[in-house]
């Protein structure tokens, strides 16, 4: 079964970091582009990071540019997204999602709650 | 940014009725336009990609159409489980995501 299962998520302060992670499962996953999403609780969906199948290419939304830092480890069928600086804007369920070939995000984790709170 | 406004932002509507849900790009993105549906407390679910082409899986009744900067979703006639949240996505730069129709039963 295809399948991507995050986890790392929590209660963490303003200013602290949180360390997500995104394992893959059923899928050549070293084949495939992947991004992070974000929904705010009540909101609707923000992208918040690209990265290429080989990890050469990344892109990240400005809300998020110079805190947030999007890895994989291909060895290990895992993406990983580092979140620093945390701010109670950054409250929200992240999901992992996969990149399909037409560029549209075919496959998603549940997702894992971040929250952000003092 | 391109920015995806989504219309109606609520659809009241009773099963077995056509639904056509609305999304509209500030400039053109082709047609690289995705729509997705989402329920309460589960990920979001890919419905259809390259505005027209129907995502693995995903039923008949579920259609899209449109280029440039004017999209529809429709379904031709709601089932129980289609009551959801749905989302556009336009991937012609960097994603963004439109705010999101909410279908509810009349």
């Known amino acids: 079964e295809v399948q991507l299962v995050e986890s790392g998520g929590g209660l963490v302060q303003p200013g602290g970091s949180l360390r997500l992670s995104c394992a893959a499962s059923g899928f050549t996953f070293s084949s495939y582009e992947m991004n992070w999403v974000r929904q705010a609780p009540g909101k609707g969906l923000e992208w918040v990071s690209y990265i290429s199948s080989s990890g050469s290419t990344i892109y990240y939304a400005d809300s998020v540019k110079g805190r947030f830092t999007i890895s994989r480890d291909n060895a290990k069928n895992s993406l990983y997204l580092q979140m620093n600086s945390l701010r109670a804007e950054d409250t929200a369920v992240y999901y992992c999602?996969?990149?399909?070939?037409?560029?549209?995000?075919?496959?998603w984790g549940q997702g894992t709650m971040v929250t952000v709170s003092s | 940014e391109i920015v995806l406004t989504q219309s109606p932002a609520t659809l009241s509507l009773s099963p077995g009725e056509r639904a056509t849900l609305s999304c509209r790009a500030s400039q053109s993105v082709s047609s690289y336009l995705a729509w997705y549906q989402q329920k309460p407390g589960q990920a979001p679910r890919l419905l259809i990609y390259?505005?027209?082409n129907r995502a693995t899986g995903i039923p008949a009744r579920f259609s899209g159409s449109g280029s440039g900067t004017d999209f529809t979703l429709t379904i031709s006639s709601l089932e129980p489980e289609d009551f959801a949240v749905y989302y556009c996505q336009q991937r012609s730069n960097w994603p963004t995501f439109g705010q999101g129709t909410k279908l509810e039963i009349k």
């Open positions: 999602a996969r990149q399909a070939a037409y560029d549209a995000f075919d496959i």
């Open positions: 390259d505005a027209s």
